[in-house]
Structure formats: structure tokens, C-alpha cells
């Protein structure tokens, strides 16, 4: 499988400065061909709303270069977050990684 | 009303103190208090430090402290804050926030309105010691002892 997927597991506290770190990997690695993100929450413990910012702003980062991004496995206090901001309305989110696989490989490839 | 748990600490305008703020959070009581609500005010007080750093604390040294207070009491979860950031009307700000529609596509602007969603109370008052108090009151349904036993 080439870059068309790629998978991205951040790890720890997902608070504004650890999310644009790992914003700038994902924007690089739109400018090659990857079509489909998938971030895995598998190993974050917490995010704050600065977090959720940067995502937000990656969303429309991955939007405007004709990708697609996904969630999955979010812990309980990261879908409260979403909740509270309405923000699972605005993002695809799968309970786990083999939900997606399913999913979207299967629909896409 | 029996006080259960109480935590009382200091922590510098930085933002790298989060995972101090979080940890501080886990030593209070889980077995009473339903886990939504345990989380949403562990996430209200996490917002209300980054707050703090970000906004108050602005245009002062990182060394400044921000004191956090943490009360539980039967049913009751009360966290403060105290800084020493200009005055704020947070009331007025909430009011104005009322008669907006959320924008979804920003990037920051969550905060507060995350605060005022949780929060039972929020205030923020300025004290004589020209600081500021943020307060969150949360309530809950308390979980019986001897069924968070059985539970846990």
C-alpha cells in the first residue's frame, strides 16, 4: 500500500502545542499523495480545547487539499469534549480502528 | 456536610504545569462521583488553568502563580481558581456569548463555553487582594459507598 492512508497515533495529553506538532506531520504529509487520515486516539489520555482547536483546523487543513480525515477510539473524557461542542457532528468518528478498516478501506480501495 | 476531599495547590503560568493539574485532579475522590461528571470537571478545571495561562496571565511572567482549590462535599464539587489577571466580566461576556451562534470552524473561542456548559455556577469575582476567583460549582447524584464497592 502506498501514502494513500495513513494512520496517526499522537500519544500523552493533546493539548494545543502537542496538536501542532503533530498538525505540521499530517500537513506534510498531504503535499504527498495521501487521500484518507485516520487519527487513532488508542493512546491519548486527555484533550483539552486547544486540542480540539488544532484538530479543527486540520480538518479544514485536509479538506481544502481534497482528503478525508477520521477518528477513532476516543476515551470517555475526549467524547465528552466532543459533545459539549457539538464537535461530533463535525467529525467522521469510529469506535475502533477495525470499524474503520471495514469501513472506509473496504469502500474506498 | 462532611468535607470528603479537599486538595489545595499552586502551579506557574505554564502551560507544561497541565499534566501537574491533571494529576492533582485524579487524588479526588472517583469512588463517589459518577465518572461523567468526575471527567467533565477535570476537564472544566483544565480549562480554566489554560485559561488562566493563556489569558489572564498574558502579559505576566511565567512564574506567576495560579492557585487551585478543590472542594468536595456531599453531592458537590466546588473548584477555584485564582489569578491575578486584569478584571474580566464573565457574566457579561456569557450574556454576549448567548446571542451568538457557535461558529464551528473556529480554531480557539471553546473554552469558556465548555466551562458554562458543565458548570452549575461560574462565576468569577475579583477579590481584595486584587486577584481574580473563578469559580465552578458542579452537583451530582452522589454513588452509595456500598454500591461504588460492588462497583469497583
Same mark, same amino acid.
Given at each position: 500500500?502506498?501514502?494513500?492512508?495513513?494512520?496517526?497515533?499522537?500519544? !500523552?495529553?493533546?493539548?494545543?502545542?502537542?496538536?501542532?506538532?503533530?498538525?505540521?506531520?499530517?500537513?506534510?504529509?498531504?503535499?504527498?499523495?495521501?487521500?484518507?487520515?485516520?487519527?487513532?486516539?488508542?493512546?491519548?489520555?486527555?484533550?483539552?480545547?486547544?486540542?480540539? !482547536?488544532?484538530?479543527?483546523?486540520?480538518?479544514?487543513?485536509?479538506?481544502?487539499? !481534497?482528503?478525508?480525515?477520521?477518528?477513532?477510539?476516543?476515551?470517555?473524557?475526549?467524547?465528552?469534549?466532543?459533545?459539549?461542542?457539538?464537535?461530533?457532528?463535525?467529525?467522521?468518528?469510529?469506535?475502533?480502528?477495525?470499524?474503520?478498516?471495514?469501513?472506509?478501506?473496504?469502500?474506498?480501495? | 456536610?462532611?468535607?470528603?476531599?479537599?486538595?489545595? &495547590?499552586?502551579?506557574?503560568?505554564?502551560?507544561? @504545569?497541565?499534566?501537574?493539574?491533571?494529576?492533582? &485532579?485524579?487524588?479526588?475522590?472517583?469512588?463517589?462521583?459518577?465518572?461523567?461528571?468526575?471527567?467533565?470537571?477535570? $476537564?472544566?478545571?483544565? /480549562?480554566?488553568?489554560?485559561? @488562566?495561562?493563556? =489569558? @489572564? =496571565?498574558?502579559?505576566?511572567?511565567?512564574?506567576? /502563580?495560579?492557585?487551585?482549590?478543590?472542594? $468536595?462535599?456531599? *453531592?458537590?464539587?466546588?473548584? +477555584?481558581?485564582?489569578?491575578? *489577571?486584569?478584571?474580566?466580566?464573565?457574566?457579561? +461576556? $456569557?450574556?454576549?456569548?448567548? =446571542?451568538?451562534?457557535?461558529?464551528?470552524?473556529?480554531?480557539?473561542?471553546? *473554552?469558556?463555553?465548555?466551562? =458554562?456548559?458543565?458548570?452549575?455556577?461560574?462565576? +468569577?469575582?475579583?477579590?481584595?487582594?486584587?486577584?481574580?476567583?473563578?469559580?465552578?460549582?458542579?452537583? &451530582?447524584?452522589?454513588?452509595?459507598?456500598?454500591? @461504588?464497592?460492588?462497583?469497583?
Amino acid at each position: 500500500m502506498n501514502d494513500f492512508v495513513k494512520i496517526f497515533q499522537p500519544s !500523552g495529553i493533546l493539548d494545543g502545542t502537542k496538536a501542532k506538532e503533530f498538525q505540521q506531520e499530517i500537513s506534510a504529509s498531504l503535499e504527498k499523495d495521501t487521500k484518507i487520515i485516520l487519527v487513532d486516539f488508542q493512546d491519548v489520555t486527555f484533550m483539552d480545547s486547544s486540542g480540539l !482547536g488544532s484538530l479543527v483546523l486540520l480538518l479544514k487543513t485536509v479538506r481544502a487539499a !481534497g482528503a478525508k480525515i477520521f477518528l477513532c477510539s476516543l476515551n470517555d473524557q475526549i467524547k465528552i469534549l466532543f459533545e459539549l461542542t457539538s464537535m461530533d457532528r463535525i467529525f467522521t468518528i469510529f469506535p475502533t480502528r477495525s470499524d474503520f478498516e471495514e469501513d472506509i478501506v473496504q469502500q474506498e480501495l | 456536610m462532611k468535607i470528603k476531599s479537599s486538595l489545595n &495547590f499552586k502551579v506557574k503560568s505554564n502551560l507544561n @504545569a497541565l499534566d501537574l493539574v491533571i494529576d492533582s &485532579f485524579s487524588q479526588i475522590d472517583k469512588i463517589t462521583i459518577p465518572k461523567k461528571d468526575w471527567l467533565q470537571c477535570q $476537564l472544566a478545571l483544565v /480549562e480554566a488553568f489554560t485559561n @488562566a495561562v493563556r =489569558h @489572564a =496571565h498574558k502579559d505576566l511572567s511565567q512564574e506567576t /502563580e495560579i492557585e487551585i482549590k478543590i472542594t $468536595l462535599v456531599e *453531592g458537590c464539587l466546588e473548584i +477555584y481558581i485564582w489569578d491575578y *489577571g486584569p478584571p474580566f466580566d464573565l457574566q457579561a +461576556y $456569557l450574556k454576549n456569548l448567548s =446571542h451568538q451562534k457557535p461558529n464551528n470552524w473556529a480554531e480557539g473561542g471553546r *473554552g469558556i463555553p465548555i466551562l =458554562h456548559k458543565i458548570a452549575d455556577r461560574l462565576d +468569577y469575582i475579583r477579590d481584595e487582594n486584587n486577584r481574580n476567583c473563578l469559580s465552578i460549582i458542579k452537583y &451530582f447524584s452522589p454513588i452509595q459507598e456500598n454500591l @461504588a464497592d460492588e462497583r469497583n
